[in-house]
């Protein structure tokens, strides 16, 4: 599993090892980890590449202020807080993040649905792409779920599981041989076999598996991040982009701790009720016993809102 | 190669069959063809499925008017084409399309880099796909290009080619009886083997290659048609796209035919010239000989100019 | 108060009169207004001028499916409701409309902050502008509010209403008055004293209050039209543009009757809750005690959750 | 003219004063202006309070480096210049600004249609707005131009230019002290007399002219950036937004000089040729005479191209 070459870890170094003074605002906990390659999935893994502004930067285009905004963070806090409940969304707008994500094509192709981002992916029809495949543990491995007609349900057992592996990395290898046979190419670019011609590589391309790992640059503003982190670290995603949601969580709390800590109390952990969900809600609370006949509501909401209500629900 | 099956043949049918009067504007020669299938590669389509608006309804935008606008062709034709000559785009924007497409992952990879578009893509985690693939024609397998570092150059001789598409075709079916294996479920979700679980659609699919169909529903303005059609019609672009971008230019000409011919005339088979390039141009036509070293373009730029200028280029 | 001019009536009537066939989905509640101008404030209106899907067509984009999707109304309904509640946004932006609306300057200049849309807005650089002016009724002027910090408290006396209008009334009409001299020019863009110069028209517009009337068209998807309906027919936005936001809540009754339900049911008339406004319900329904201090929430958002849980929040 | 207040003076020092180190990439040029309020009007301005990327950064986004990318500056200026001339505007997205802004309402106006941008603005509903009104030079007052019909033509003589400028400053001066006795409140909102009611703050203000200055934070991407100085830079823009057009592209020289040069020589001072007019010109290099009968343009595209091409236009 090696995730980053040695040049690249080199490179990424090298960026490190510099500083420069700047008047900007900065963030310090981010910069802590500022171009490191944080692992996801077996070779994925989300690198900082840049990033503009802090939790002030928030209040400070509430406010539309000259200076930099308040220094008491208790009094940002509550800015923040109320902004996020009211859902004033563009203040967040204001602070910007740009990411360097290593991840497989079957989870860009469900990342880049967030349209309010800017993308530069690594271009196969350009360069010659390597050899690595998404494969899942063996216990992430689960038959189609019966409640939630697009996930996952059990696990599947462990000898049904190895060999559902072995076909994956089979047809994965195979593909990638044929790949390397149709371009005539090394990793390099140079004709492996002179006698025979080599596919141009945008042709060459489209026998490899979904679970190829492709690469992107991808920059958004905070509002459209706790947005894309609010649909895919939800339980109903697939459990392979929830897992760069949960390290976007993190990087968010380096950055902007107040903000994300609203996201996560106001967004990720609330719930919205419906005119008919709230009047159950109401009529309980004033003693009355509501079942599912006098709720108004349809057997699905029903069951989401008591479980809801009862504290099971993600 | 069965592009419809009959029941969807039917249904397409049966929408045809039906009209109902409207106040709106209506554009006859798109309604000729509206929720048919045109066909593009081997299994792919276009289906116009809606739209809103038509030449007039540019006219009546721009004017911010009460009635549907003028009704004489032609000083409608010379605001349409001085709107588009000096890129007043929002008229265009007030005309809507909406298009059922059925095209290869790998081609819908480059197409939703066009972020400003409303898109429904039929779902791999809740549905179970067809077994359908891009096998491109035997002309079509082309070396890559030396001049154009992302396209293709002279094409594969026969021979080569006929084992290319081979390879190409058994890695696709293997891949296809894998993932029927791992989801032991047939077309219509029912298992295949009682005695072993199947795997959860969502991850069955990750080992089907880049050149397996999918289909979606794709809505956009005119504008940003053009848009897109600009980019993708382009000699530049992978040819595999190119034909979905010239059945586009098909249906802009039946759906608004003066808009469509302003675009092919200003941004089609117009040109873009620099300070540099413009500054050559109006050297030479005071009859002053310009050379590359005078001229003070870069080698490239130098030669798509002379190419520009003497009519070869796309 | 003249609306409309004759002739513009005329042109609207004009439009009405005349019908066409079409195998697009057709809105027929939606058609009998369509490009009625339905009056808003003293001088507004918004006219419908074209609008693309309905109810089906959601249900179809969702399917990805080839004919008119459903029939039944009741699994319609279901589908619709479920999209809403999961807040699955993209098949409500596969319906589509297009509006003519007349608005003051102010009220405008908060419309367009809505940025998902397009724009074609009548140009006073091109245009010579009427003399017509928001003069709000008497019962609607109000002192500012001492709860909402951006919004009005009580009315105003019957007295010193008058006294604000006639003021209002005043500048306005002087603005008008040296708009005019400024110009030199009559409504048809004729000098009226051939002594002297008239300003451009994009300078001579400066000094018009912002009370003056505008006029664009605008087009948005229904999601969008959804999204500045939730936010402006809230009790926090401004009233002038509230009553706009009103007559679409009407429109979108007409064009797409079921979404347009489960808008109002799961977004205008919900509520989010937060992780610790749930934590106080759940703790409830069990039958404890919860007061603010123990419940984890400021003072301003117990309040906002006891007046919700009570059923006074609008 | 006071521009800025002692105590927004002395914020903007503050802000001036601190530095820390970063990991990012620093642009120093302008980090020498940074939060610096440039001039613009005659109580304009516009700050730039933050920004992501410099010239290397579109380069590194390109070639989705692990590092800062090349570090050689004619490698990365061929590249940008490429990008810029094949309109592969993704890189450019990468580098990120934001900008406080002070500007005439009916600026503003214009300056809110580029949609692709993050706003806060200063709230007239929340805050009472300052005594600033855009009252033009003497020498900027014209008569509507006759060519072109948005825009002015020669200059007014100065005695009628100072009696423009007399009504225009009485009438925003009526206005304002209206503005005060409706709202019966000074600058920080404390009555001025107690006797009577004052008039909420959103509606006091709607008698103000469309010169009043507002503020606001506005945030965009290189991109976007160089399309709004394309269209705003341009000579058909009213001159009002132009300097502010100007003073940006200043700050793109300082900022991102490579590709900035590049936005002047392709874009700004660069022109584009129908398929028609392409025909022109080469007819012409190949020493054939043409006039506009024989050359298939519309007599003003052909006037348009006759300025051109002999080096008159803009």
């Known amino acids: 599993m090696t995730r980053l070459s040695e040049a690249q870890a080199a490179e990424i170094e090298a960026g490190r090892g510099e500083t420069a ?47 930099r905004g308040t220094r008491k963070t208790s009094q940002d806090e509550g800015l923040i807080r109320y902004l996020m409940r009211h859902r004033h969304t563009s203040p967040f707008e204001m602070c910007e993040i740009k990411l360097h994500v290593k991840l497989p094509m079957f989870v860009a192709r469900q990342w880049i649905r967030h349209r309010t981002a800017n993308v530069n992916e690594y271009s196969a029809r350009y360069s010659i792409l390597d050899k690595e495949f998404y494969v899942p543990e063996a216990e992430h491995l689960a038959v189609q779920s019966s409640q939630n007609h697009q996930g996952r349900g059990e696990a599947v057992d462990p000898a049904a599981a190895a060999a559902m592996l072995d076909i994956l990395r089979r047809d994965a290898a195979q593909a990638f041989d044929s790949y390397v046979y149709l371009l005539n190419a090394d990793a390099h670019g140079e004709p492996v076999d002179a006698g025979r011609p080599g596919l141009a590589r945008e042709l060459a391309r489209i026998g490899l598996p979904l679970s190829t790992y492709t690469q992107w640059y991808w920059k958004t503003d905070l509002h459209n991040l706790f947005h894309f982190m609010a649909l895919r670290a939800d339980s109903h995603a697939q459990y392979e982009i929830r897992v760069y949601a949960d390290v976007l969580r993190d990087i968010a709390q380096r950055w902007t701790p107040l903000a994300a800590q609203a996201f996560e109390d106001y967004r990720l952990h609330g719930a919205d009720l419906s005119r008919q969900a709230l009047d159950v809600v109401r009529r309980r609370l004033r003693g009355e016993t509501v079942d599912r006949a006098s709720s108004g509501l349809g057997l699905r909401e029903w069951r989401e809102l008591e479980a809801l209500l009862a504290g099971d629900a993600s």
Do not use: C
């Open 21 to 67: 003074p700047t008047r900007r605002a900065v963030a310090p906990a981010l910069e802590e980890i500022l171009y490191q390659a944080l692992p996801v999935l077996d070779h994925g893994f989300i690198r900082v590449v840049d990033y503009m502004g802090d939790d002030n930067a928030i209040v400070q285009a509430a406010r539309v202020s000259y200076g």
